[in-house]
């Protein structure tokens, strides 16, 4: 379980995140959706232990962020960004098997590769696993990435959750992908792992979420279940652009159609 | 790729072991094995050598050759670093001020010791230039990290930049002292800023030897770490790197070393820059293989720029950065343009 109590944070003069409480359980899906600049990145930054600057506690179970270390924490919580930039020649699988690292000393034991293939497997990287990672697309990049983020926390600790991030991680793929990787995230999430994304996509989060929170200059406008929360008023106040929410021929799921300024 | 090669490095380290022996076998003076042989022999029990040759060997070729060898390792293992902690595979070590400021230090005595007084000068001795280089190289390299430090960071840019400042600013120090300088000792300044090993000794072996066999088990530690910054530092902390801490310790161990091989041998560019890169394109960017790669890879090849210094216009000699410069920079090209490295996506010159 991962809590937030009343975390304020500030860069100079302006109040980025105002008294934000927040909680995640372990086997949901919490979705972060707002508009740009509505502190979901600091927030996430916060949450994921990357920097103390704040006021207010993260609880990771019991134990307070600021005084777990941070190579302890990295055996139980994994973060994926929206990009990462690698400029050196490394294998896909040697890429893979970096998130690992938190888990031995020099040199990978038998489980870490073992843990490697089976992400690699789950992940269709098998035919790319020697291939040099510069010469992979944006998208096979993004994917590669993902498998080292969760081969880091791929095992169940001895105690505690696991705990997995996600900053805006779809951008760059093709919306086959993009479900395949909401889908894995979703299956993991089974796994007692508490998952917490910033997504863009309201469509993807109201299909994957169990929970969503709407964020909006540095505050909460409305956290709950999809089902519960989502109104076309909401969106609107939240994102500024009117909506209308409809049903489609055979799916439980409703979706949001956006009224484009003509 | 000969990336999971297996014999990779005892081939390469065959190889070491025959460029060690052609580089004392050849000179302005031949020697042949059974000189090195008996001259062994004859050290080992505590006899003088018995003939010229025996003596060139042990007092001037033996320790010119270790000591470019272990000059070699040291400049391409720092470039490995400094690579790996810039994230830019075009950062050499002279890039934070250690080899300026090291020249600036140098001049400095060839110029002003002799002048403010002779006895200083005779009193110090042949340390006098070691060890202002040593003080000049740590003394910018520290400015160069102290003022790209802000609040709590070590930004990698600013690191870069105030590092491109201070070189100019060491430069124009020992552009000064070569213009007050009279004619001699400009040229002291002007061959020991194109590296020479003409001076090696025996207690200089052995200083950087032991420093280069302490900070190369260190570092060698820290390539997990290292391997991690690749991805980045936010990165790298995600997966539990304390990145600001083992960028100090990395930065310090580097400038020791980088300092005191300095120190001895003058300034020697390209060695840092070239050995990273080719062995990248041959065995990829893992640093627990690239560092001991680098390692034996730079000893050889220095040993040979050394050899060649001391063959091409024998009994005279070149200074070997002359050498390393002029067939390091047009193999540099030919690699960057033969593998493809600069039309690479995703930029390996990013």
């Known amino acids: 379980m991962l809590k937030a109590e009343n975390i304020q944070y500030q860069i100079g003069k302006k109040q980025i995140l105002k008294d934000i409480n927040a909680v995640f359980y372990p086997g949901r899906v919490a979705v972060i959706l707002g508009p740009n600049g509505s502190g979901k990145s600091s927030f996430l930054k916060i949450a994921c232990g990357e920097t103390n600057d704040f006021t207010g506690t993260v609880f990771y179970d019991n134990s307070n962020s600021k005084n777990l270390k941070k190579d302890q924490l990295a055996k139980s919580r994994a973060v994926m960004s929206q990009q990462t930039e690698l400029n050196f020649p490394l294998l896909v699988s040697e890429v893979v098997m970096m998130g690992r690292y938190p888990h031995f000393a020099f040199n990978p034991g038998h489980r870490d590769i073992a843990v490697c293939e089976e992400i690699m497997d789950r992940m269709d990287l098998q035919a790319f696993k020697d291939r040099n990672y510069l010469t992979l697309s944006g998208g096979e990049k993004q994917r590669v990435q993902f498998a080292r983020v969760l081969a880091q926390i791929w095992e169940t600790p001895a105690s505690g959750s696991r705990y997995l991030f996600l900053d805006e991680p779809i951008a760059s793929l093709d919306i086959h992908y993009q479900h395949q990787f909401l889908q894995t995230t979703k299956m993991l999430a089974a796994e007692n792992i508490v998952v917490i994304a910033v997504l863009h996509d309201i469509n993807l989060a109201m299909h994957y979420a169990d929970d969503i929170i709407f964020m909006k200059e540095g505050g909460i406008v409305k956290k709950g279940a999809p089902a519960d929360i989502i109104t076309a008023d909401l969106i609107q106040e939240v994102f500024n652009i009117p909506v209308k929410i409809v049903g489609y021929d055979g799916a439980d799921k409703p979706v949001v159609v956006y009224h484009y300024p003509s | ?350």
């Open chain 2, 1 to 350: 790729m000969l990336r999971n090669n297996k014999f990779f490095f005892p081939a390469l380290l065959v190889l070491l072991v025959i460029i060690l022996l052609c580089a004392i076998a050849f000179g302005a003076v031949a020697i042949l094995p059974a000189d090195m042989f008996s001259a062994l022999q004859h050290f080992f029990k505590g006899q003088p050598p018995a003939n010229i040759y025996e003596a060139v060997f042990l007092q001037l070729r033996l320790p010119r050759v270790l000591l470019c060898a272990i000059t070699g390792a040291i400049l391409a293992v720092s470039g490995v670093l400094m690579q790996g902690l810039f994230r830019n595979p075009i950062v050499e070590p002279g890039l934070v001020g250690t080899s300026s400021g090291a020249a600036l230090g140098a001049s400095i005595v060839f110029v002003l010791a002799g002048q403010l007084s002779p006895e200083l000068k005779s009193m110090t001795g042949p340390l006098l230039v070691p060890v202002m280089a040593f003080l000049g190289a740590l003394l910018a390299t520290y400015t160069v990290y102290a003022l790209a430090k802000n609040a709590k960071r070590i930004s990698i840019m600013s690191l870069l930049l105030i590092g491109i400042a201070i070189n100019a600013l060491c430069l124009s120090g020992t552009g000064f002292m070569s213009y007050i300088a009279r004619d001699p000792q400009a040229r002291s300044i002007t061959f020991w800023n194109l590296g020479t090993f003409s001076g090696a000794s025996w207690p200089q072996v052995f200083i950087l030897m032991a420093v280069a066999l302490v900070i190369f088990i260190a570092v060698q530690r820290y390539s997990k770490e290292l391997n991690a910054l690749l991805l980045g530092e936010e990165e790298a902390s995600y997966l539990g790197v304390d990145t600001n801490k083992m960028k100090r310790r990395v930065m310090l161990l580097n400038t020791g070393m980088v300092s005191i091989a300095t120190a001895f041998a003058g300034v020697i560019s390209f060695m840092g820059l070239i050995v990273p890169h080719l062995l990248r394109l041959l065995i990829g960017s893992d640093n627990k293989r690239l560092l001991p790669a680098a390692m034996i890879t730079g000893a050889m090849l220095l040993t040979l720029a050394d050899m060649c210094a001391r063959l091409l216009l024998a009994p005279a000699e070149v200074p070997i950065g002359i050498i390393t410069s002029l067939v390091g920079a047009p193999v540099f090209i030919i690699l960057l343009k033969k593998f493809n490295v600069l039309q690479q996506k995703g930029g390996y010159n990013a």
